[in-house]
């Protein structure tokens, strides 16, 4: 797995934490094994599990360990081979350019914009 996601990145819930997504990763949708997509306003990551594997606060507040997907939400797929629910996070570059993270790394991010369909990917210096 390399080195995991520091704990300073995760925020956790309590009374002095903040609330809703404010703070955390915010998790744009999600689709359960076997369930339907969830586009989703207050789900975030609560931990890491894996290089892709990563524990999500859902919207129901349960939490249930998926796979992060750099795709659209709309190409979530609901019969991973892994048996695991899938996720994806957006995020919006500089000049307006929809992307969705690949990795998480602890100062960057590998993304893949949705224009392309080469499977190009690119990597951002983000502070959190």
């Given at each position: 797995m390399g080195r995991p996601i520091q704990k300073a990145k995760m925020q956790p819930i309590g009374d002095t934490g903040p609330t809703g997504t404010s703070g955390r990763l915010a998790v744009t949708a999600y689709r359960p094994y076997g369930g339907s997509k969830v586009d989703s306003t207050t789900a975030y990551i609560?931990?890491?599990?894996?290089?892709?594997?990563?524990?999500?606060?859902?919207?129901?507040?349960?939490?249930?360990?998926?796979?992060?997907?750099?795709?659209?939400?709309?190409?979530?797929?609901?019969?991973?081979?892994?048996?695991?629910?899938?996720?994806?996070?957006?995020?919006?570059?500089?000049?307006?350019?929809?992307a969705y993270v690949e990795k998480f790394y602890n100062n960057t991010i590998h993304y893949v914009e949705s224009r392309r369909c080469d499977n190009w990917y690119c990597e951002i210096h983000i502070r959190w």
């Amino acid at each position: 797995m390399g080195r995991p996601i520091q704990k300073a990145k995760m925020q956790p819930i309590g009374d002095t934490g903040p609330t809703g997504t404010s703070g955390r990763l915010a998790v744009t949708a999600y689709r359960p094994y076997g369930g339907s997509k969830v586009d989703s306003t207050t789900a975030y990551i609560v931990n890491q599990r894996g290089s892709k594997k990563f524990k999500i606060h859902l919207e129901d507040s349960s939490e249930e360990v998926m796979l992060l997907k750099a795709v659209a939400p709309t190409s979530l797929a609901n019969d991973n081979v892994n048996g695991l629910g899938e996720f994806c996070v957006q995020v919006i570059l500089d000049d307006s350019t929809v992307a969705y993270v690949e990795k998480f790394y602890n100062n960057t991010i590998h993304y893949v914009e949705s224009r392309r369909c080469d499977n190009w990917y690119c990597e951002i210096h983000i502070r959190w």
